[in-house]
């Protein structure tokens, strides 16, 4: 069989791959702590649950349209809206099986092959496969550790060139837990504005942020909802990273295109699910509310449990459930730390390099499991780190 270069250079996301290993020792009988999954520990808020299962009683289990039914999109935009400060009509959004369909539908309407999409790096492994994809080419630009693993403008301005279309914002970030700020915004707003680029927002982790933050969008600031798509979602937020339900906001001529995209892959979202999304957004944010502060206090035990260990440092993070330690007074590259910590210590972690070549020297420890894991986890990772 001859497989096309296309599918041949498509890339992955590695923690699927780590945590097949660690359930490979587990099937050996070994204990293993998992601090590699992305997902939140929390069961979806039951109000979301009754609402899809309803759906099902009433007998809403055929097709819908590839966008999701006018109500749904209706709430959704306000929703949506309503958190960024930005007007959003119904035909400027999309349901979708999850955030991350946005990213390629993104990449295959926007970018042709030779053109440069700007990716600040490490960073979720899924945008410069997606670029690669569709023959285009990513231009990476560093997140740095000593600017809390923000970009610098300059550095941005620096990666244009004539063949740029795209810059890839994620804010709150995986897997740096960093965000960026209103005057960061500002700035990457003037330099798209300038050169006549679209930014893809990824903002899963819009609602996971912490000390009183709050989360801002590129697409708030003036001349910029024209230039922007939104990716976001509910399986982050509200603890549904299974049932495979996000949300996409952008022009309506970009949106009219990946409806299109969508009736040639898989038509429509899950009917139900429609009822889930509406029920997620008109009904009570409590259990949003009690999940943030739970991640915080973990964020608050695992950023010094970490920085208790001899030859690590770490920063703390301002959202999303991932802390990114800097390891790289071990000598060893952070492959070969995450297999030691997995191997001696039993414990599940990403190395930064998942996240692409700028990730060496570090590791990712998600803290969306129980304070009890994270409590023997971090004891765990400091007996064998402070042996090597
Ligand atoms: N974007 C980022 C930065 C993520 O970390 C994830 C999931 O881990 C996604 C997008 C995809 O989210 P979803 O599960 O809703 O497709």
């Given at each position: 069989m001859r497989l096309t270069q296309r599918v041949l250079n498509i890339g992955t996301e590695t923690s699927f791959e780590v945590l097949a290993l660690a359930r490979e020792l587990e099937r050996q009988g070994k204990n293993i702590v998992h601090?590699?999954?992305?997902?939140?520990?929390f069961d979806t808020p039951a109000h979301i649950k009754e609402a899809a299962k309803a759906a099902l009683d009433r007998g809403e289990t055929h097709y819908t349209t590839a966008l999701a039914s006018l109500p749904v999109r209706h709430a959704v935009a306000e929703f949506a809206g309503r958190q960024r400060g930005v007007e959003i009509s119904p035909d400027e959004i999309m349901l979708l099986?999850?955030?991350?369909?946005a990213i390629l539908m993104t990449c295959l309407s926007l970018?042709?092959?030779g053109d440069e999409a700007i990716i600040p790096v490490p960073a979720y492994p899924i945008y410069e496969s997606a670029v690669r994809f569709v023959g285009a080419k990513p231009a990476l630009i560093p997140l740095r550790e000593e600017n809390d693993f923000r970009f610098e403008v300059k550095d941005l301005a620096a990666a244009?060139?004539?063949?740029?279309r795209l810059l890839i914002l994620n804010?709150?970030?995986?897997?740096?837990?960093s965000i960026l700020t209103r005057e960061d915004l500002v700035a990457v707003a003037e330099l798209a504005k300038k050169h006549d680029l679209m930014v893809l927002s990824d903002?899963?982790?819009?609602?996971?942020?912490?000390?009183g933050l709050k989360s801002f969008s590129i697409?708030?600031?003036?001349?910029m909802k024209e230039r922007t798509i939104l990716l976001d979602g509910f399986s982050k937020a509200y603890a549904?990273?299974?049932?495979r339900l996000g949300f996409t906001v952008a022009p309506k001529i970009l949106i009219e295109r990946f409806a299109k995209l969508a009736i040639n892959i898989?038509?429509?979202?899950?009917?139900f699910n429609q009822d889930a999304a509406l029920a997620a957004v008109r009904g009570p944010q409590d259990s949003v509310k009690e999940m943030v502060a739970e991640f915080q206090r973990r964020r608050d035990f695992i950023h010094q449990a970490l920085n208790n260990i001899r030859g690590v440092v770490c920063r703390k993070p301002s959202g999303a459930f991932y802390i990114f330690p800097n390891?790289?007074?071990?000598?060893?590259s952070s492959k070969e730390l995450m297999q030691y910590l997995l191997n001696e210590a039993g414990v599940a972690c990403l190395h930064g390099?998942?996240?692409?070549?700028?990730?060496?020297?570090y590791l990712r420890f998600s803290y969306a499991n129980s304070m009890d894991k994270l409590e023997e986890g971090m004891r765990r990772v400091k007996t064998a780190l402070e042996r090597i």
């Open positions: 601090l590699e999954i992305g997902e939140p520990d099986p999850g955030g991350k369909p970018l042709e092959a244009i060139t004539p063949h740029t804010s709150p970030h995986n897997p740096c837990g903002e899963i982790y819009a609602q996971v942020i912490y000390d697409m708030s600031l003036d001349g549904m990273t299974g049932w898989y038509s429509c979202i899950s009917v390891v790289k007074s071990f000598g060893k390099t998942a996240f692409g070549q700028a990730g060496e020297g």
